[in-house]
């Protein structure tokens, strides 16, 4: 009898050890259907903003970087050309869709500079990125060289902070 007892309780404890190896969404409704939750990361910069009303902001500095924002924060990204004869960054693009979304730009921009002010809607990682020509083409002549510069940020949205009342 007391083998019996011993048995079970082996396999009890067996079970245990199986059961907490199990990822917990798998268990506590991970399956179809349930909302999508990040992935765990390490910690991504926070950034500052430039001003009243601006969360936070990033530019040329940050191509490469991620960076976090939590839901209902506005991130302004400002990206400049490196002199005065070259050419300007193309629009910002965002993918995917839907965690930021485009918010309207409250800033005058000096000449050669593109930007562009993000709302942070849902929580999720976005993947910003612009690009610009290399070089300008040469003066009397519309042949440009053809190379081009990138720039690409990540955005880590996490959900609002809640009120410590």
């Not at 396999?11 to 245990?16: E, Y």
């Not at 909302?35 to 500095?61: F, K, Q, T, W």
Request: aromatic share 4%; proline share 8%.
């Amino acid at each position: 009898m007391q083998g019996l007892i011993m048995r079970l309780m082996r396999r009890v404890a067996l079970f245990g050890v199986l059961l907490a190896s199990v990822p917990l969404g798998a268990v506590a409704g991970g399956g179809a259907g349930a909302s999508p939750v990040l992935p765990n990361r390490p910690a991504c910069a926070p950034v500052r903003g430039l001003g009243h009303g601006y969360n936070a902001s990033i530019g040329n500095e940050q191509n490469g970087h991620e960076v976090c924002i939590r839901v209902g924060e506005e991130l302004l990204v400002i990206l400049s050309a490196p002199a005065s004869g070259a050419l300007d960054w193309e629009r910002i693009q965002v993918s995917p869709p839907g965690v930021l979304t485009v918010a309207p730009l409250t800033v005058m921009l000096s000449r050669g500079v593109t930007a562009t002010n993000f709302l942070a809607a849902h929580p999720g990682v976005a993947h910003l990125s612009s690009q610009r020509m290399a070089c300008s083409p040469p003066p009397k002549s519309h042949v440009a060289c053809g190379a081009k510069v990138s720039w690409k940020a990540t955005v880590v949205v996490m959900a609002a902070q809640k009120d410590r009342y």
